[in-house]
């Protein structure tokens, strides 16, 4: 069998498409949606995924507003121009691109919750233990709406989730066993004994382990839907936590880059374009 491929790159341009619709309706309306952006030091990765969140809104219409500091930034400078941000009503909703090495929690928890594009901010995340409505993360979402847009069925699904962190792992167990997906979830990590014993029942596995090629054939029920959400760099490349042969084993496969990353960018889209629809009102 050779999988097909969870396209996330031609899924980001046309869910752009969607949305640069429903941002030209706001614009009628006398309301410009703006994306805020604080990025702290010099990782390359980190200014790619940035450069790249403005080009996008660039492209639909939506405002941008940088706010790039150096690696020397202290955390009462950061806080501040959070606290800018929070303030300025041009800034719909704002995220701080991690990893900033600084206090990370103070630093989201300072976030104004209703400007929480990414999602993350304790508030946000207490709202979706709870099943109340709130702004939702990108990447677990971008996993979900990339099923959803190929027809991948979630429902009654067996899901194995591999990583425990908390912007992947945790939230996407959360969301996915939400009475509107009601999978069945198992949630695997380095305490796991026998993972591939809980790989070989899913219809769904969601790697996020940052394990390069951590998942083989092997461990892959055939057929089954698989999702690349780990990075690792080996000799300067992306390497995800899917080995090559499970495109021979697999249904479906998100490859990494072209997967999961471009979804994480049109969710982003998304909450941003949301958020402006809800403050209109
Ligand atoms: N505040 C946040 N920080 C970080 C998040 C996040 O969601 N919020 N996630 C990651 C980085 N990230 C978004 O910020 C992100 C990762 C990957 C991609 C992407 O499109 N990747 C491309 C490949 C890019 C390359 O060649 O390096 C792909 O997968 O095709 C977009 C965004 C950590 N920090």
């Not at 429902?155 to 989730?161: K, R």
């Not at 839907?225 to 390497?239: F, P």
Request: with cysteine; net charge negative; charged share 20%.
């Amino acid at each position: 069998m050779t999988a097909q491929k969870l396209d996330g790159t031609a899924t980001l341009k046309v869910i752009k498409a969607e949305l640069a619709e429903r941002v030209a309706k706001l614009r009628e309306q006398g309301v410009v949606p703006g994306l805020g952006t604080v990025l702290v030091g010099d990782d390359p990765g980190s200014h790619w995924y940035v450069n790249a969140k403005h080009k996008d809104c660039a492209e639909i219409g939506i405002a941008s507003l940088r706010v790039d500091l150096p690696a020397t930034a202290t955390q009462a400078e950061v806080e501040t121009r959070i606290d800018e941000l929070n303030a300025d009503p041009g800034c719909t909703g704002f995220l701080v691109q991690q990893p900033t090495g600084l206090d990370e929690f103070a630093l989201l928890s300072r976030v104004d919750p209703d400007k929480d594009v990414d999602g993350l901010h304790p508030v946000n995340l207490g709202k979706l233990v709870l099943g109340e409505e709130g702004s939702l993360p990108c990447t677990p979402m971008g996993v979900i709406e990339l099923l959803r847009r190929h027809g991948v069925q979630i429902a009654g699904a067996e899901v194995c989730v591999v990583g425990r962190g908390l912007t992947v792992g945790r939230p996407l167990g959360l969301l996915l066993t939400r009475r509107s997906e009601n999978a069945t979830v198992t949630l695997c990590h380095t305490g796991t004994r026998d993972l591939a014993a809980h790989t070989r029942q899913a219809d769904i596995v969601v790697a996020a382990a940052g394990v390069p090629g951590i998942i083989t054939a092997d461990m892959v029920k055939p057929g089954a839907a698989l999702l690349d959400v780990g990075v690792s760099r080996v000799d300067g490349k992306i390497a995800g936590d899917l080995a090559d042969d499970v495109w021979d084993v697999a249904g479906w496969v998100s490859p990494n880059p072209g997967g999961v990353g471009p979804m994480t960018r049109a969710m982003l889209l998304s909450n941003i374009v949301t958020m402006a629809e809800k403050a209109r009102g």
